[in-house]
Nanobody, 125 residues
Framework: VQLQASGGGLVQAGGSLRLSCVGS????????MGWFRQVPGKEREFVAA????????LYTDSVKGRFTISRDNAKNTVYLQMNSLKPEDTAVYYC???????????????????WGQGTQVTVSS
């Protein structure tokens, strides 16, 4: 079972990136999927999460209005569209799956069972 995140890179402030996370080894279509980020020396931070059918989403306050999470269950893929990027968005971004969500979208990292390897996002000022 694997989650493979991609799409990170170096971008100037105000720019955009689209992260993708492809699941393999099992279907993730019933899971809540989330994105988290981490900078060295700090705890992993919740960014966004989405319910199995995309009907419910949750964002941390600092990204509301700038980031959009979406999913394509046919492709076992979740996306994070990041617009108006700021230097403080610089981090390693991880995707994760909550198998036992029972339909509830949560931001607590301990809820998530499967984690991808992370993709680096660097925003220059």
């Amino acid at each position: 079972v694997q989650l493979q995140a991609s799409g990170g890179g170096l971008v100037q402030a105000g720019g955009s990136l689209r992260l993708s996370c492809v699941g393999s080894g099992r279907p993730f279509g019933s899971d809540v999927m989330g994105w988290f980020r981490q900078v060295p020396g700090k705890e992993r931070e919740f960014v966004a999460a989405i319910s199995w059918n995309g009907g419910s989403t949750l964002y941390t306050d600092s990204v509301k209005g700038r980031f959009t999470i979406s999913r394509d269950n046919a492709k076992n893929t979740v996306y994070l569209q990041m617009n108006s990027l700021k230097p403080e968005d610089t981090a390693v971004y991880y995707c994760a799956a909550d198998r036992l969500s029972e339909g509830v979208v949560r931001g607590q990292s301990a809820r998530y069972d499967y984690w991808g390897q992370g993709t680096q996002v660097t925003v220059s000022s």
